[in-house]
């Protein structure tokens, strides 16, 4: 599906994805989705990729809420910026390493419901509109949403492919 460019659009393709992942990962054993990637990477199993994309929910979800009530903020929390995100990415990581998959699982799906009722609160103007917010920057509140759900979970299942891929060739 191309990147979205209407509320419509950014809805059906992060509900759509959102399915796609949860079948991908339910078509899985669950010792097939408890086992370690073999590849190197931050995220080490599906448990951190679920972790990593509500995190992301979060990110948005605390953003929005803290400019719409008035409260300037960025999109990434102090100290990050565009350039040292990576290492808020695995300031996550450690915060969930001890956090069980099924935990992981109940964690995204009530933030992507929390994201999409967010999305579905603007219009499409509000969403798609450059600059509309002046908190957004030179960009959107639609291609934030985008990079938070339908682009997200395409980057989820690429990950999680690679490593079924991996499984199945052993």
Sequence with gaps: MARPTTKE???????ENFKKLYALINSMTEEEQKKVFSFEDRDKNIRDILVHLYEWHQLLLNWVKSNQ?????????EPYNW??????????????????LKEAVILLEKSHSDVM?????????????????PWTGTTSLGSY????????YDWAMK????????????
């Design 117 to 133: 009722r967010l999305i579905d609160s603007f219009s499409n103007e509000e969403l798609f509109t450059s600059k509309y917010f």
């Design 83 to 100: 350039k040292t995100y990576p290492q808020m990415n695995i300031g996550f990581w450690e915060k969930h390493q001890k956090t069980p």
């Design 69 to 77: 009530s008035g409260n300037k903020a960025n999109f990434l929390p």
């Design 159 to 170: 990950k999680i492919k690679k490593h079924k891929s991996d499984i199945k060739g052993k």
């Design 9 to 15: 659009q950014l809805i059906q393709a992060s509900n």
């Design 145 to 152: 949403c985008i990079s938070a759900t339908s682009s997200h």
